[in-house]
């Protein structure tokens, strides 16, 4: 498996219950040593951790299972959103499956949030849902996680055709 943006590890080690091995990446030097560290402490088998920034790209795979948990909304640039997706439906097997949690616009044209410590692009949730279609990544599952004023939070499994 391999978990994009990973944070602290804590969504790679539920992917190392069900995966024989986890590589898990994010941009945090910090957040990979809690995480490094987590697993050494929790006797984790088959985990590795790095520091890597996404604009490096996505470790090639194959992998079985791809997640990208809340980082697609960060990427507010429409030529590194469309390398991620291409990125993810290419490291994931076929069959395989890619995990994505975003929150999302149910307006049209989308919604762009500044603020003084973070910027993220809600995409429209029909674009985004076609953008992974348009890939050859069929929905399989989703769950609705939470909603707020025009914008939505789902939990999506896809499965590379």
């Keep these: ?3 994009i943006g990973c944070g602290n590890g804590r969504f790679s080690f539920v992917l190392a219950e069900v995966s024989d091995s986890v590589l898990a990446f994010d941009l945090s ?3 990979i040593a809690e995480g490094t560290a987590n ?3 929790r006797k ?4 590795t951790f790095q520091v890597r920034d996404l604009e490096a790209g996505v470790p090639a795979g194959p992998f079985d ?3 990208c948990m809340g980082v697609i909304s960060t990427l507010i640039d429409d030529v590194a959103y469309n390398a991620l997706i291409d990125d993810l439906e290419r490291s994931v097997v076929t069959s395989g499956y890619v ?3 975003d929150t999302l616009s149910t307006v049209e044209e989308g919604r762009l949030v ?3 410590t973070y910027v993220t692009n809600y995409r429209n949730v029909s674009a985004y849902e076609q953008a992974f279609a348009r890939r050859g990544l069929r929905l399989v599952d989703q769950a609705r996680l939470a909603t707020l004023e025009g914008m939505i939070n789902n939990l999506y499994l896809w499965q590379k055709e």
Aim: net charge negative.
């Design 1 to 3: 498996a391999l978990d």
């Design 29 to 31: 030097t910090k957040l």
């Design 39 to 41: 697993a050494e402490r």
């Design 44 to 47: 984790v088998e088959g985990m």
């Design 65 to 67: 299972l791809v997640a």
């Design 99 to 101: 995990l994505t949690k």
């Design 114 to 116: 500044i603020t003084d």
